[in-house]
């Protein structure tokens, strides 16, 4: 099992920039790739990006891409998606998850392990 902790979230201007953080505590993600997630208040959870377990390959969605970059250090057993140009609409609860191999899931309901989550908010 790999226990999951997200931190890294605030209130920040729209522009603005911020980097959030995943961290396995009391296990290791070794071998998985690892997603991160986000859900809006009255919406449903949204892919954002994801990265293999050797960080050789990763994705980003459309509504992200350009702006969102992620990355992983698995000497600290944590990853690090980069988050920039924020807008509005990106104001949401941030989740990160585990999936079961090294390779990336194609579907959100592939991943095994989830995160608590940690809020972002974007101001105008």
């Known amino acids: 099992q790999v226990q999951l902790v997200e931190s890294g979230g605030g209130l920040v201007q729209a522009g603005g920039s911020l980097r959030l953080s995943c961290a396995a505590s009391?296990?290791?993600?070794?071998?998985?790739?690892m997603g991160w997630f986000r859900q809006a208040p009255g919406k449903e959870r949204d892919f954002v990006a994801a990265?293999?377990?050797?960080?050789?390959?990763?994705y980003a969605a459309d509504s992200v891409k350009g702006r969102f970059t992620i990355s992983r250090d698995n000497a600290k057993n944590t990853m690090y998606p980069q988050m920039n140009s924020l807008k509005s609409e990106d104001t949401a609860v941030y989740y990160c998850?585990?999936?079961?191999?090294?390779?990336?899931?194609?579907?959100?309901?592939?991943?095994?392990?989830w995160g608590q989550g940690t809020q972002v908010t974007v101001s105008s």
């Open positions: 998850a585990a999936g079961p191999s090294e390779m990336i899931p194609r579907y959100q309901d592939q991943y095994e392990y």
């Open positions: 009391g296990r290791t993600f070794s071998g998985k790739a």
């Open positions: 990265i293999s377990w050797s960080g050789g390959s990763s």
